[in-house]
């Protein structure tokens, strides 16, 4: 809303008003549900290549077509969350070097080239070159996947979301989901050694996360009466209280117990539900934290 404008020096003075509904919504959840499998599976596949590379036979292509595909989705629903996509194109002509939007968006294209020379490397059967430049896409997948974490901190009014916090569970959804995806992509191509060891992967990032929330859920409201507030929107009869726990349930505690079962049954099929579970449980977790923030209003 216009306030003035003063002629002299052609300023508009405007006025801040709160925001009528939520601003960032299921688009965004997709971004980061998205972006944590594609970045995720680069970590994973740089992990087994480190392991046991006699099992990257029949991984290597397919791994990356999976991560690429999702990597193109997270592009695709930040450009369609932008209030002016068809001037997205201003981000690399006009770059502005100090916004996480600005570093994020040339981290994530020079990401996803080197996706699509590692694709064309492994249909010609490079392998040598293929492990070569994993290396480097992997050390960039790290910052790609933070990134957001930043944009997230940088929100004002916002406590929820402080970047140590956030950072630690960007890179946790990482884990967690690329693990469950390997799996899932690897089944009988992947060792009952390997699959244990990202089966840990997998049980061991729920934990971490369940920790984090745990800890914000209960000792949250320490921080500041904003962040006391938000979390009343998960507890109790809270409106998102019921989706928090069907979150945490799904994404953290049952493929835990799972891992946890497949350790002892060495079922296969117990596992394999564990990494569904975890994948489609991560997006609902992400989903609530990003947006009941939102829900309070900043007068």
């Not at 003075?13 to 960032?24: G, N, Q, R």
């Not at 002509?93 to 968006?105: D, E």
Request: glycine share 6%; net charge neutral; hydrophobic share 60%.
């Amino acid at each position: 809303m216009v306030h003035e404008s003063l002629a002299a020096t052609h300023a508009v003075v405007t006025l801040d008003v709160a925001l009528p509904e939520i601003f960032w919504g299921w688009y965004v959840t997709m971004n980061m549900w998205a972006k944590s499998i594609g970045t995720g599976l680069i970590f994973m596949l740089f992990l087994l290549l480190r392991k046991n590379p006699d099992e990257m036979k029949g991984l290597r292509t397919s791994t990356l077509i999976v991560s690429f595909v999702m990597m193109n989705i997270f592009l695709l629903f930040t450009l369609a969350d932008l209030h002016q996509p068809f001037r997205m194109w201003h981000i690399f002509f006009y770059p502005h070097l100090t916004s996480a939007i600005t570093i994020g968006a040339w981290m994530a294209t020079v990401f996803v080239g080197l996706e699509s020379l590692m694709i064309l490397l492994g249909f010609q059967k490079k392998v040598e070159a293929f492990d070569k430049l994993l290396f480097w896409t992997t050390l960039l997948a790290i910052p790609v996947t933070l990134y957001t974490a930043g944009i997230m901190a940088e929100a004002t009014a916002r406590e929820l979301w402080q970047m140590p916090t956030e950072a630690v569970q960007m890179i946790l959804a990482a884990t967690l989901s690329g693990s469950a995806a390997i799996i899932l992509l690897g089944g009988s191509k992947l060792s009952d050694e390997t699959k244990q060891f990202f089966a840990s992967i997998l049980g061991l990032s729920a934990l971490m996360a369940f920790i984090i929330y745990m800890s914000e859920y209960i000792f949250g409201a320490m921080k500041a009466e904003e962040v006391a507030a938000i979390l009343h929107y998960v507890k109790g009869d809270g409106e998102y209280a019921t989706m928090f726990w069907i979150g945490q349930w799904v994404a953290y505690i049952l493929p835990m117990l799972l891992v946890a079962l497949y350790r002892v049954s060495k079922s296969s099929a117990m596992l394999n539900l564990a990494a569904i579970l975890a994948i489609v449980g991560l997006w609902v977790v992400k989903h609530v934290w990003l947006v009941i923030p939102q829900l309070l209003p900043l007068s």
